[in-house]
């Protein structure tokens, strides 16, 4: 399962996060896999795609970070499999 996560950094300040991210990695447990991210350029937020098979695995990564930002979890669906899955009710 995808998930679109939506993080928010506190006082748009990205260099706390960027020092914890070389200084420890992404602190990720072994169930999730970082699929892509992308930053917004006034630095207010980043839209984060993972996957892991169930939302709770994603506590205790979101716990890891929660100082530096806050989190938005937006469980999502390829469009293609949406278009699939709606095909038959067109």
Request: aromatic residues 12%; proline residues 7%.
């Amino acid at each position: 399962m995808q998930f679109m996560i939506i993080e928010r950094f506190r006082n748009r300040d990205p260099l706390p996060i960027y020092r914890r991210l070389r200084d420890k990695g992404r602190q990720m447990p072994d169930v999730l896999r970082y699929v892509s991210s992308w930053i917004e350029v006034n630095f207010e937020r980043c839209f984060q795609v993972m996957e892991c098979d169930d939302l709770a695995l994603l506590q205790p990564w979101i716990a890891q970070w929660s100082d530096l930002m806050e989190f938005e979890i937006v469980p999502v669906r390829a469009s293609a499999e949406t278009r699939a899955a709606l095909e038959p009710l067109l």
